[in-house]
T-cell receptor
């Protein structure tokens, strides 16, 4: 079946540095790519999303890029802060409108 | 405005017992989703409702799982009988239509002993 692969599974960065999380998808008809942040024991929350007619979107310290040809998209967090520590999930909406999630990236911001 | 409400938050049962989870979506949200989230994994869709109609239940193990959304508002997910492998967090989400942001509830953490 269709799937979304996410890398890395764990990422540690020094506070103030940038973090990049990458995802690939298999369904070329996918048209919507949300990113969710999930803190320990809490619900996933949408932090940014991008649609297939756009190559890049930015919201303050967070940006997402999409390469439709290569079928991959990435989350970029700049000037990382301790509160950025969480698990991040990418997702892709496929041609049957089902949203498939990646397995997640645990981001640690080191002091 | 209240978010998605789920109950119970935690449930511990013995295998072969039945269990039910309840979800009340955000007011006005016609699309409701039930997801299963295993530890260290992303959410996996079990079923999606558009109002009271189940439009995607392809991932729901129908031999033991059932769901309903009779009046197109709140929903119940049931497992009967529960198995050890059903231990997970069950997340409910809702959106204002299929193509809008999904808002997740806090989840129900199920432990099957």
């Amino acid at each position: 079946g269709e799937n979304v692969e996410q890398h890395p599974s764990t990422l540690s960065v020094q506070e103030g540095d940038s973090a990049v999380i990458k995802c690939t998808y298999s369904d070329s008809a996918s048209n919507y790519f949300p990113w969710y942040k999930q803190e320990l024991g809490k619900r996933p929350q949408l932090i940014i999303d991008i649609r297939s007619n756009v190559g890049e979107k930015k919201d303050q310290r967070i940006a997402v890029t999409l390469n439709k040809t290569a079928k991959h998209f990435s989350l970029h967090i700049t000037e990382t802060q301790p509160e950025d520590s969480a698990v991040y999930f990418c997702a892709a909406r496929e041609k049957d409108d089902k949203i498939i999630f990646g397995k997640g990236t645990r981001l640690h911001i080191l002091p | 405005e209240a978010g998605v409400v789920q109950s119970p938050r935690y449930k511990i049962i013995e295998k072969k017992q039945p269990v039910a989870f309840w979800c009340n979506p955000i007011s006005g949200h016609n699309t409701l989703y039930w997801y299963l989230q295993n530890l260290g994994q992303g959410p996996e869709l079990l079923i999606r409702y558009e109002n009271e109609e189940a439009v995607d239940d392809s991932q729901l193990p129908k031999d033991r799982f059932s769901a309903e959304r009779l009046k197109g508002v709140d929903s119940t997910l049931k497992i009967q009988p529960a198995e050890l492998g059903d231990s997970a967090v069950y997340l409910c989400a809702s959106s204002l239509g299929l193509f809008n942001e999904q808002f997740f509830g806090p989840g129900t953490r199920l432990t099957v002993l």
